[in-house]
């Protein structure tokens, strides 16, 4: 019997952005509806205002009440916001900030119900959703609280084999040390680890750990944090299977390309992991959230007020998240059946599994 199709949950994100610009150029493209079922929890006229507004190509949009209603090869929507929002292109508005948020409140109530399957979701901006209205700090705190299931979300930023995951979120970086603990290293670890398995096949990932002092903190000169956290942290992480090297200084790895040899990175902070990240994958990277029961996936762009309703976005980065919350889903599926009651196996495998590379020196003249 034929599989179906994976039903793919879009938020339309910040109605004043480039959300529906990549969402509408992404499927002009007909055969991307054939891989999946679309499924936009948005507006249809707000659809057909950008697409007008930017002279877009047509796409074969299909107005349903539910997700189970959803056609296969179209693009289905499901209004979540009244036809009279109003669309102010570029601007910050509380119109735009709660229309967002109503579409992710759709999708999430779809993804509990199982009548989704994955989420893919479009960029919004959080000053825009009104604090004394909404409580909502971002999708990754939001989605934790709804699927985390006792479970910490582990931000992480995906091109092909490079995976950059953060061990803290979004905060002052004046905060960073405070939060950075033996306890939260060691559990992002091995969510990374695990997920790195479940969601992209890999039977046995290597992590690189960045430190979180410059220079490895130069034996305490910088900061001990390597020494006392991470260090420590590390090894727990390896009891529980975990293979980690490291700590590394974050300017060496990148610079030298050390991330070739991994297949994950931990980074302390966000400007650590995202700076380098992006700047090796602005236009083709996505941003995946694991960790929690559901799949989502996100462009690693944000609502670019700049250039919205210029017809000057590209779309590669939303259709690579597409793509990935595709292949996340079937990993996840093949994984559960792999590991539920499985048979002992013998691997070979091209290493001896105990070798750790020596990268952790940083002999070069500071050029600071």
């Known amino acids: 019997m034929e599989e179906r199709l994976i039903k793919v949950g879009i938020t339309h994100g910040d109605i004043n952005g480039i959300g529906y610009e990549v969402i509408l150029k992404t499927f002009s493209d007909?055969?991307?509806?054939?891989?999946?079922?679309?499924?936009?929890?948005?507006?249809?006229?707000?659809?057909?205002?950008h697409r007008k507004t930017m002279e877009l190509p047509p796409v074969n949009i299909s107005s349903i009440n539910r997700a189970e209603d959803a056609g296969t090869n179209r693009v289905n929507i499901i209004n979540c916001v009244s036809d009279e929002t109003k669309v102010e292109l570029s601007k910050t508005t509380e119109t735009a900030g709660v229309a967002a948020y109503k579409a992710l409140e759709a999708a999430t109530a779809d993804l509990k119900k199982g009548t989704i399957d994955v989420l893919l979701s479009a960029p919004i901006?959080?000053?825009?959703?009104?604090?004394?209205?909404?409580?909502?700090?971002?999708?990754?705190?939001?989605?934790?609280?709804?699927f985390g299931e006792g479970?910490?979300?582990?931000?992480?930023?995906?091109?092909?084999?490079l995976r950059v995951a953060l061990a803290t979120e979004k905060i002052p970086l004046s905060e960073v040390a405070t939060v950075i603990t033996k306890e939260r290293i060691a559990e992002k670890l091995q969510t990374f680890g695990q997920s790195l398995k479940q969601d992209f096949t890999i039977a046995k990932p290597r992590i690189a750990v960045l430190a979180l002092n410059p220079k490895i903190g130069e034996a305490g000169a910088l900061g001990n944090e390597e020494e006392f956290i991470l260090l420590p942290a590390m090894q727990e992480a390896e009891k529980n299977g975990v293979m980690v090297f490291g700590p590394y200084a974050a300017d060496e790895f990148f610079g030298s390309q050390m991330y070739d040899k991994f297949d994950g990175v931990l980074a302390m902070y966000y400007d650590q992991g995202v700076i380098p990240f992006k700047t090796l994958a602005i236009e083709?990277?996505?941003?995946?959230?694991?960790?929690?029961?559901?799949?989502?996936?996100?462009?690693?762009?944000?609502?670019?007020?700049?250039?919205?309703?210029?017809n000057k976005a590209?779309?590669?980065?939303?259709?690579q998240a597409l793509y990935a919350a595709l292949d996340i889903f079937r990993s996840r599926k093949n994984y559960k059946e792999a590991t539920h009651n499985p048979l002992r196996k013998q691997y070979f495998d091209k290493g001896t599994g105990d070798e750790k590379l020596d990268l952790t020196k940083d002999d070069d003249e500071d050029t600071l």
């Open 30 to 49: 007909s055969r991307i509806a054939e891989l999946c079922t679309p499924i936009i929890y948005g507006s249809s006229k707000i659809a057909a205002y």
């Open 125 to 146: 901006n959080k000053q825009s959703i009104p604090a004394d209205k909404i409580q909502f700090t971002g999708h990754t705190k939001y989605l934790e609280e709804h």
């Open 151 to 161: 479970n910490k979300a582990l931000s992480m930023f995906v091109f092909n084999d």
């Open 284 to 310: 083709d990277g996505l941003s995946y959230t694991a960790g929690l029961s559901i799949i989502r996936t996100a462009p690693m762009h944000g609502v670019a007020y700049e250039i919205a309703g210029q």
């Open 314 to 319: 590209s779309e590669e980065s939303f259709r």
